[in-house]
């Protein structure tokens, strides 16, 4: 039993604390770390749920070779001689590693480590390839070094806040609640959003841009232009901490030529972008707080920097209160940046095409096979699977079967692959159907390490429950094979804190203040103290031990002339534009509740209750002018695939844009995989593919009838043509479609819901007429499974059917209610779940709003507690109470 053990959360880059525990039944508690400096006692609802996210159910228990278990000295012994013979007939080189932003610190070295200093390969990437690396690209360029400058209270601190590219409300939620306690404190702090979409996290904007998708640089060069011309800038700064100004000037002045020609290009009005510019001339403190929407596009690097080179003509950087602030997608995305975890970087943040770094750290390391400089980057690493120049792969912690884009090449890589291992937690992922060898990992909760979030500070991750079954630590993975290849005494690791120490040991070798990474500090760390070590933001050194706050306060750079540049961004547009065939540009994205490919949320009923099936937003006057109908499944085409989807219409989204998450795979879907669309195009500078824009068409799927199944146990539905399924409360949900009628209803509907032969007790009812067809599993009195069938896309509600799942038995009123398609009692259904943290339904808030005559969020609150405890859902909560009062007053 442990209890109110400190860790962290294992899904944002906010990295919040929390504290963990067990007792004696095996029962999780989770709750918030008053004293982490990332939260504060705050958590999401994702963080809050960890708990659901632990059953065993799924999970990857034992080594296994092509499908079968084997211990784990065979696997070992298995895996090294295959990559032993494969470096020796066709190189290093033939040999990838691709691994994650999931990963502790630890794991992550040690993985660098083996490629870079003893396999004498650079084929290793990560997929925080994916979310981040054109920020750090943009921070090298501009600093010289990927240091992130800024810290959470800068948020708070404050005059002006600017998301753009960041729906921070849904993406970094605790970081977005800090940001509107600061304004409710200081209604003089604003915020600007900068996006297409009108997101949640405009809910607290004073200003709303809906930029056109991709053209943030031009906004941010136009306002260099203004700054520049409006006499706005700092030239003492300008002139004693930065180089290039007039050459990136010159460059934004070409697309900037007047405020009406910016907003023109932007599609935005010109007041508006007027505004925002008078407001970030007049406000010294200004934080810019980008994320995925600047950073995944083919130009992403550049859209990063003309952010930053705002913040440098204006010198807001390395004070309080300003700076470019990057907020990383995955809890470990940073920690992975230390260790060299990208295939263009090496450990410490040294420089891969630096002889002298290269030199520096083999001689650390004592490398024998030193890489000699950068390898592929994610997108060009499964191109070269599939060319068979990389003939033996390894994935770590990560789905890029679902992931990477152009999906339907990277499984056609994987299929061809010679020699495929996964190490993973979870048994069956889109990945882990491709692997010859499985290697079962520990996850969270059960392991121990680093992570380090998007401020740069050092947490860790505690281990309060025991690793089921033979998994292991993905360092003790890497170490054994190490070994197995000959390098055992480079890798005699005996716990994690020997990892951690080496990594800060190397963080200071011959750093002398040339390097910005450096935690020198923590290097021989006692066991002890690294047990108890608290959450600190490097860098760590002897001279500042308890770390530092914000970087650059100094006004030097670790360029080689020590400041800062300006970079010339030229005008770009996505290399694959929408054209007559493919007219709208989809966006993709997260959504509140869902983290990444569903492997942990998917096991929560209460994250699935919000948004429980995949789908695409569109445009309402488009949908009406296309015959599209709220809810009805649609076809989403791109030149690299397709998928099939719920229509969702939003008045506030451009007519050419759709937007899809990117969370639903083939686990959870018959064909909802966002990246199976996505176009392949990266960011030449970054490696980062441009998830944000593939132009797309539309048509509607035409399914003959639609319909959902409910069931205790999870179901096999590829014979249908439509499926998505979810977690519900003791039962799975499943919303289905067809197109074909069959003749025979009972019969489809008996061999979807009883895939076993026994016997069964079913009832049901048929409208031939009407095309309509319920039926009921039954199983000693107690509902089992369920089915509803209809020719239209309305169905009866869910939420009071699911609750018969909460009983033993079934009385006859309820049996009939099953055939009627109606609530036995007069209990009214209380609709999609809106509050994930008290299950509050959105028909509750308005029948609230109606009979009770709740007229704000606070008394919505005080009533329903819906949007009391994370507040993730208070912006839904006010556009439920906005539409309801209107909806009164017509
Ligand atoms: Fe976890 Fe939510 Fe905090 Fe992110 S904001 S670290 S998801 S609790």
């Given at each position: 039993m442990s209890n109110n053990v400190k860790t962290t959360c294992p899904y944002c880059g906010v990295g919040c604390g929390i504290l963990a525990g067990l007792d004696e039944t095996g029962k999780v508690s989770i709750k918030a770390?008053?004293?982490?400096?990332?939260?504060f006692g705050r958590l999401c609802s994702k963080g809050a749920a960890l708990a659901d996210s632990l059953s065993m159910e799924g999970r990857l228990l034992y080594p296994e070779i092509e499908g079968t278990p084997h211990s784990w000295d065979n696997v070992l012994d298995y895996v090294a001689d295959k990559f032993r013979d494969v470096i020796e007939k066709h190189?290093?080189?033939a040999l990838g590693f691709y691994v994650s932003g999931q990963l502790l610190t630890e794991d992550y070295y040690v993985a660098n480590k083996l490629m870079k200093g003893f396999i004498g390969s650079a084929n290793i990437d990560t997929n925080s390839r994916l979310c981040m690396s054109s920020a750090v690209a943009a921070y090298k360029r501009a600093f010289g070094s990927d240091s992130v400058p800024c810290a959470y209270e800068d948020l708070e601190r404050a005059k002006l806040v600017i998301l753009t590219g960041s729906n921070t409300a849904w993406c970094h939620p605790v970081l977005y609640q800090r940001v509107v306690k600061a304004k409710k404190e200081n209604p003089d702090l604003m915020v600007v959003v900068i996006d297409p979409r009108k997101t949640p996290s405009c809910d607290i904007a004073d200003l709303h841009l809906a930029i056109k998708p991709g053209a943030d640089h031009r906004l941010f060069n136009g306002l260099l232009v203004h700054l520049h011309d409006a006499q706005e800038s700092n030239p003492l700064f300008v002139n004693h901490h930065t180089e290039g100004l007039d050459a990136a000037l010159a460059c934004a002045r070409e697309q900037a030529a007047s405020i009406e020609q910016v907003a023109a290009s932007c599609a935005l009005a010109a007041d508006d972008v007027r505004r925002f510019y008078k407001l970030f001339a007049r406000t010294e403190r200004v934080v810019t707080v980008f994320s995925q929407g600047i950073n995944q596009w083919s130009y992403g690097t550049d859209n990063a920097n003309s952010i930053i080179n705002c913040h440098l003509l204006t010198g807001r950087i390395g004070r309080p209160g300003m700076g470019p602030f990057s907020l990383t997608g995955q809890p470990n995305a940073m920690g992975g940046r230390e260790v060299g975890g990208l295939a263009n970087q090496l450990a410490?943040?040294?420089?891969?095409?630096?002889a002298a770094d290269r030199d520096r750290v083999q001689r650390f390391w004592r490398a024998p096979n030193m890489v000699q400089g950068e390898g592929l980057k994610a997108v060009d690493m499964f191109r070269a699977v599939a060319d068979g120049k990389i003939r033996a792969l390894w994935i770590m912690a990560t789905n890029p079967a679902v992931s990477l884009p152009d999906n339907a090449q990277v499984r056609e890589a994987l299929k061809k692959c010679e020699f495929v291992v996964v190490s993973d937690c979870v048994r069956k992922t889109d990945t882990t159907q491709f692997a010859n060898v499985l290697l079962p990992a520990r996850t969270w909760g059960e392991r121990d390490g680093a992570v380090t979030n998007s401020e740069r500070r050092i947490s860790r991750q505690r281990a309060f429950i025991p690793a089921p079954g033979q998994a292991r630590a993905d360092w003790w993975i890497i170490s054994a094979v190490a070994k197995r290849l000959g390098f055992a005494e480079a890798f005699a690791y005996q716990e994690p804190v020997d990892i951690f120490n080496e990594h800060a040991a190397l963080s200071g070798f011959e750093n002398n203040g040339q390097r910005d990474f450096d935690i020198s500090a923590l290097a021989g760390l006692t066991d002890a103290e690294y047990e108890h070590f608290q959450p600190r933001q490097w860098p760590l050194t002897a001279e500042q031990p308890d770390g530092v706050t914000r970087m650059f306060s100094d006004g030097r750079f670790f360029t080689e002339s020590g400041r800062a540049q300006f970079i010339a961004v030229a005008a770009s547009q996505p290399v694959n534009p929408p054209d007559a065939e493919y007219p709208l540009q989809l966006n993709s994205g997260r959504v509140r509740d869902h983290w990444h490919?569903?492997?942990?949320?998917?096991?929560s009923a209460r994250l699935s209750a919000h948004i429980y099936e995949p789908f695409v937003e569109l445009n309402s006057e488009y949908a009406k002018k296309n015959y599209i109908s709220e809810g009805e499944l649609l076809c989403v085409r791109s030149r690299w695939g397709s998928a099939v989807v719920r229509a969702r219409l939003r008045e506030d989204l451009a007519p050419g844009s759709v937007f899809m998450p990117i969370h639903w795979n083939d686990q959870f879907a018959s064909d909802a995989r966002v990246d199976a669309l996505v176009n392949p195009e990266t960011d030449p500078v970054s490696g980062q593919p441009e998830f944000k824009h593939t132009p797309v068409q539309i048509e509607t799927y035409a399914a003959n009838w639609y319909g959902f199944v409910l069931s205790r146990r999870r179901l096999e539905m590829q014979q249908l043509d439509y499926w998505a399924c979810s977690k519900g409360k003791n039962l799975w949900r499943y919303e289905i479609a067809g197109k074909g009628m069959p003749e025979d209803w009972a019969g489809c509907a008996r061999r979807l819901l009883c895939q076993t032969a026994e016997k069964v007790e079913w009832i049901e009812f048929f409208d031939k007429g009407q095309s309509r067809y319920r039926a009921a599993r039954i199983e000693d009195g107690r509902l089992e499974s369920c089915i509803f069938i209809g020719p239209e896309v309305t169905l009866p509600d869910r939420e009071w059917l699911s609750k018969l799942?909460?009983?033993?038995s079934l009385d006859d009123k309820e049996r009939g209610s099953l055939l009627t398609g109606r609530p036995a009692s007069a209990e009214e259904d209380s609709g999609r779940i809106v509050c994930s943290c008290f299950g509050v339904g959105i028909k509750t808030i308005e029948k609230g709003i109606r009979e009770?005559?709740?007229?704000s969020v606070e008394a919505i609150g005080e009533a329903l507690r819906a949007g009391t405890n994370c507040g993730s859902c208070v912006p839904e909560i006010k556009a439920i109470l906005f539409s309801s009062i209107n909806q009164q007053q017509k």
């Open positions: 770390d008053p004293d982490h400096p990332a939260n190189g290093p080189d410490a943040h040294m420089d891969i095409n630096s490919t569903l492997t942990r949320t998917g096991k799942f909460a009983s033993d009770q005559g709740l007229q």
